[in-house]
């Protein structure tokens, strides 16, 4: 250890260590600032945030266990329950996992979540119906619910049960590939017996949305996985079927894999399907 009475500094070096009941930190380098009363870590940066006693403020909405955080370096303050990662930072939980440039994490009461910016890649096993995810590491393919979402920024507010994308949106699941310019995820709350799981997803901005065999596009969008519906509404919705035609209205309504289109409009409300002739 080396104390800088000047500087009001304390270095740490030679692999070390810091712990306490919520978290353990490793890494080349440790330096306390006591004035701000801030730590810094340097070099090979590895947390772990120990929550194995259940969900917390940082649990990623399809898991539960501890969460592990790498990146090269990090700025830390115990007082208020912050920390900032820096360094193309990995955070995963299970086989769910995020990665950015930079990130927040706030395991405080006032603001509890996470905040991820800079070429932000997330996959999210937020299963719809609350069956459980298949094994694998973080990134794995989880057919039936993994969210597989890349944007500009991320940020999760734990006590909202909100997860909101900003900038650039590409999103992959199971109502097929989307892109946006911001996409936000509603949660069902822990208590609930679905706690964790996507209740709706809402995506902003030039929406447009790929399935096979068709192609739609939007000012917004919403799906519900329980239904597996997906709603284009707002500019002048339009879907292309390669059965059905295309189809436009002032909201369009269908269904994964779905042989019908409902189509609201200003004359009422028609349904076009592969199975009889559009009204």
């Known amino acids: 250890a080396l104390y ?19 978290s353990r930190t490793t890494a080349n380098q440790f330096t306390f600032f006591r004035e701000r009363n801030e730590m810094q870590a340097e ?26 955080v790498n990146a090269r370096r990090m700025r830390a303050r115990a007082e208020d329950g912050w920390a900032q990662y820096e360094g193309r930072v990995r955070l995963w939980q299970g086989t769910d996992a995020v990665e950015a440039d930079v990130m927040e994490v706030n395991l405080n009461d006032k603001a509890p979540g996470l ?23 973080p990134g794995a393919e989880r057919p039936g619910g993994a969210l597989h979402i890349h944007s500009d920024s991320m940020t999760f ?10 900038g650039s949106v590409k999103a992959a699941g199971d ?27 809402v995506a902003q901005g030039n929406v447009r949305i790929v399935q096979p065999g068709r192609r739609g596009h ?17 500019g002048t919705p339009t879907l292309e079927d390669d ?16 042989a019908s289109i409902t189509v609201e409009s200003q004359a009422g ?10 009204p």
């Open 43 to 68: 070099g090979g940066v590895q947390t772990t945030y120990f929550l194995a006693l259940g969900r917390t403020a940082l649990s990623l909405p399809g898991e539960s266990g501890p969460v592990k």
């Open 4 to 22: 800088d009475l000047r500087k009001a500094t304390i270095v740490l070096s030679g692999s070390p260590a810091l712990s306490d009941r919520a």
């Open 243 to 258: 059965e059905l035609g295309t189809a436009t209205g002032a909201t369009l309504t269908f269904k994964n894999a779905g």
């Open 218 to 234: 939007s000012e917004r969008a919403e799906y519900f996985p329980a239904e597996e519906t997906i709603v284009l509404s707002g």
């Open 269 to 278: 409300k028609r349904t076009l399907s592969r199975h009889q002739l559009a």
């Open 115 to 137: 905040v991820a910016t800079g070429e932000v890649r997330s996959v999210l096993g937020v299963l719809a119906k609350g069956k459980e995810a298949a094994g694998g590491g």
């Open 175 to 201: 109502f097929g590939r989307l892109t946006s310019q911001a996409l936000e995820i509603r949660l069902a709350a822990p208590g609930k017996a679905t706690g964790g799981t996507v209740e709706r997803i």
């Open 157 to 166: 507010a734990a006590k909202d049960n909100l997860i909101h994308y900003e």
